[in-house]
């Protein structure tokens, strides 16, 4: 029975990553840095997080937008990890400081108990442009192992408060499939999506979704310390969407 739950929870979790972009295929909100967030957390584990995106509109006019962000974050406990860092953009050729963000992760699960381990997300940011006030990102995070494949699913809202620029909630999700080839390289695929405003959702076309292949894998260093990276090249499937966008984290954990 045990193994039956196994295979159908994953099955769900794959059906769900694959046909979700055609479902309601947002408001342009992912950056092209963002990445798909993990419920675990490790005590005691302390992190540099470099990211770095780069996406082409898809209008041919417009400028290639572009970011990268650097942090430092800590497992504080067996349930709470936060981590600081700032982040950069470029537009063309013209960058600039962006922003600092506060990201927070809290496992609410022990992890493999339970057939979905499960987190939350708190992140804040405060943005250099003052008329976009303060940004807050929350929402739930599912992560599911069967065998050699792991899925994640992430149920996100985010919104710009107390400034006169990009005033609103909007609803998102993050999917993420992989499958462990072995331990320095993994293969699997990222979903990116925004839906719109929580209480006005934007038509299909209107909506922002972006999906492609990945690549993952952690190479140990000794000492507990070791280097992870994922990356991957995502096409926009709608119109909203910008045409591609490549994307890339690496973190050097001690």
Request: glycine share 10%; with cysteine.
């Amino acid at each position: 029975m045990n193994s039956k739950i196994q295979t159908y929870k994953a099955l769900l979790l794959c059906s769900v990553f694959i046909f979700s972009p055609y479902l309601y295929a947002a408001e342009y909100l992912s950056g092209p840095s963002d990445y798909v967030y993990s419920p675990i957390v490790e005590e005691g584990e302390r992190e540099i997080d470099t990211k770095f995106g780069t996406q082409t509109p898809r209008n041919g006019e417009d400028a290639r937008q572009s970011g990268a962000s650097i942090g430092f974050g800590y497992g504080v406990t067996s349930w709470w990890f936060t981590e600081i860092y700032g982040k950069a953009q470029w537009e063309g050729n013209n960058s600039s400081f962006d922003a600092i963000e506060w990201e927070n992760k809290f496992q609410l699960t022990e992890t493999g108990k339970y057939p979905v381990d499960i987190g939350f997300l708190l992140e804040l940011e405060r943005p250099q442009n003052r008329n976009e006030g303060y940004e807050a990102k929350y929402g739930f995070l599912f992560q599911s192992e069967w065998r050699k494949w792991q899925a994640n699913l992430n149920v996100l809202m985010q919104g710009h408060y107390t400034g006169t620029e990009n005033q609103g909630t909007y609803f998102g999700y993050q999917g993420q499939v992989k499958y462990r080839l072995q331990p320095e390289f993994e293969l699997g695929a990222q979903l990116y999506s925004w839906l719109g405003k929580v209480n006005s959702w934007n038509t299909d076309q209107q909506q922002q979704s972006s999906a492609g292949p990945a690549i993952f894998g952690k190479t140990k260093l000794g000492n507990k310390q070791a280097l992870v990276y994922n990356a991957a090249y995502l096409w926009g499937t709608t119109t909203a969407s910008p045409k591609n966008t490549i994307r890339m984290q690496v973190e050097y954990e001690f």
